[in-house]
């Protein structure tokens, strides 16, 4: 019955929870000093471009052993990583580090130090914090699947990575998740204020439009002017923000939150960007209408699944394993897929999203798809 709700859940665009909360919350001030001067923002990017080097070669490790470990799993599970289709050959780890290496090159170049440096320096603080990038290599793989080119698609996939670290930046302020941490480092109000952490997460949601209009070459207005608006319904009150408005107001009833609102959270407040994402790229790529449509539904599926595992991790994992504080949604009174299913079968919807995502893929070339198949097989495999 769950799954027979589940798959009737996903094929929807947009799903409404029987009841919709209301009402919001506010914030406070900081005491950091402006400081600005050539030579000081000078030294401040040739550190911070060290400590990125090291950080997107730590990412793009952690990635792959999580993916071996997870392929080793389903070895012994009797399941099996890309095999038998044409993607055997596929290297996820050169992949990924080469990806890792593009988009942090292109990310650093998209926020340069200059007056006011102080909000600028928040900026890059969160964007350049490392991360595993799914979101920017999910937007490359679908441009390049139907038969674009990284460059036609690398302005929209550093502006998903922008809109995901706003959504991080507020989505940690004392009014919402209140965390003090994020990817191992001070959350970015912890080091900056909260006047400034709300500003630069403003500031990147604002750049992220600018610079898919400015910087996209070589691709047809009409084309880019539809990523723009699918980028805009993806995070506003049809997307991201809805999802954190019904989360937000969803706390402490866990008792009262069914499978349905939890669905409509997860689909909008995680799935929403990385659908985005997928379908971005691919409409940057040139795809025909059947094949964004296959795009979508994979998207939605890994979105979804994304979610679920973060829900299981949250329990399962510590702080220095999530690289933030363990134990949220406890504390929270969350609803969550395991406080409904329970863990086991929480990994089975995972793991039925999962497949489902891939079948979505199998009228493209295998060779291609590699990339989607083995970002969605991380996505399950997982552990921070």
Known sequence: M???????????????????????????????????????????????????????????????AEQQQQTEQQARDGGAAPSGDGAEAFDFKQYMKQRAELIDQALDKSVPMQYPELVNESMRYSLLAGGKRVRPALCLAAAELVGGTVECAIPAACAMEMIHTMSLIHDDLPSMDNDDFRRGVPTNHKKYGEDIAILAGDALLSLSFEYIARETKGVDPARVLRVIVETGKAVGSEGLVAGQVVDIKSEGQADKVGLSTLQYIHLHKTAALLEASVVSGAILGGASEP????????????????????????????????????????????????????????????KDLIADAKAALQPFSPAKAAPLVGLAEYILGRQN
């Open 2 to 64: 769950q799954s027979t709700l589940l798959q009737h859940s996903l094929m929807q665009q947009r799903i409404l929870p029987a009841q919709q909360p209301a009402s919001f919350l506010p914030h406070p001030r900081c005491t950091v000093p402006v400081r600005h001067g050539e030579c000081r923002a000078q030294r401040l990017q040739q550190r911070q471009r060290a400590r990125r080097s090291h950080q997107a070669r730590c990412a793009a490790d952690t990635l792959v």
């Open 291 to 350: 094949d964004l449509e296959r795009l979508r539904t994979y998207a939605r599926n890994i979105g979804l699944a994304f979610q679920v595992v973060d829900d299981i991790l949250d329990i399962t994992c510590t702080t220095e394993q999530l690289g933030k504080t363990a134990g949220k949604d406890l504390a929270s009174s969350k609803t969550t897929y395991p406080s409904i299913l329970g863990i086991e079968q929480s990994k089975q919807v995972a």
